[in-house]
């Protein structure tokens, strides 16, 4: 079956440094890969996307590249802030007999300090 | 947005008693609706999937009789959890898409409910 493996949290970082949050997946056909992220209190919110190998999917500041031959999809940001600070979770859809279903990984919590 | 509002936020109940959680739409019709848990530290795991005026598909090991699923209307889900232990104690975050629109991929999430079975 379908999983997503990611880097076990929390992840600390200062403001302004490099941001890496590694995510493999398993997956039968040719799966959607996601970052999803959940502000404290709010529901969990799209952040980007990839549809195909090769793809990037970017957004506020955010980077994502769907790499099929490593099975990866890592989040990247070069310059995080503390409103960075929230949940990040990577999935991924695969269409299965027309009843599309999304396969969450554990989550990483991040957190920024000034 | 699309927002997707879920209540209560919250619910401590006793053993024995039945729950129910409402999911809400605001913004848009919803004809699809997910139903997940998430446990502390894990993932979230769907538990079923509705349809707007059909029976819930319920992932397998979900039992159907204790997580019942009401999708009545374009904007409003309902998941009872019957007859509450404290094994059901969790986090209960629900999702919302509207397949006719152009974005196919993207579910829209409510913030979630916590049940505390004492």
């Known amino acids: 079956g379908n999983s997503v493996t990611q880097m076990e949290g929390p992840v600390t970082l200062s403001e302004e440094a490099f941001l890496t949050i590694n995510c493999t997946y398993t997956?039968?056909?040719?799966?959607?890969l996601f970052w999803y992220v959940q502000y404290p209190g709010e529901g969990l919110q799209l952040l980007l996307k990839?549809?195909?190998?090769?793809d990037k999917g970017s957004n506020k500041g955010f980077e994502a590249t769907y790499r099929k031959e490593t099975t990866s999809f890592h989040l990247e940001k070069g310059s995080v802030q503390v409103s960075d600070s929230a949940v990040y979770f990577c999935?991924?859809?695969?269409?299965?007999?027309?009843?599309?279903?999304?396969?969450f990984g554990t989550g990483t919590r991040l957190t920024i300090i000034p | 947005g699309a927002v997707v509002s879920q209540h209560p936020s919250w619910v401590i109940c006793k053993s024995g008693t039945s729950v129910k959680i409402e999911c809400r739409s605001l913004?848009?019709?919803?004809?699809?609706m997910f139903w997940y848990r998430q446990f502390p530290k894990q993932s979230l795991m769907l538990m079923a999937t509705?349809?707007?005026?059909?029976?819930?598909?319920?992932e397998q090991g979900v039992e159907k009789d204790k997580f019942l699923i009401n999708h009545a209307s374009l904007t409003l889900s309902t998941l009872t959890v019957t007859s509450a232990h404290p094994e059901d104690s969790s986090f209960y975050i629900c999702?919302?898409?509207?397949?006719?629109?152009?974005?196919?991929?993207?579910?829209?999430f409510g913030p979630g409910t916590r049940l505390t079975v004492t």
């Open positions: 913004d848009f019709q919803a004809t699809t």
């Open positions: 509705s349809n707007e005026g059909s029976k819930a598909t319920y």
């Open positions: 990839a549809t195909k190998a090769d």
């Open positions: 999702s919302a898409r509207d397949f006719r629109l152009a974005e196919y991929y993207e579910q829209y």
């Open positions: 997956a039968t056909g040719y799966p959607s």
């Open positions: 999935a991924l859809s695969d269409i299965n007999f027309g009843n599309e279903k999304l396969t």
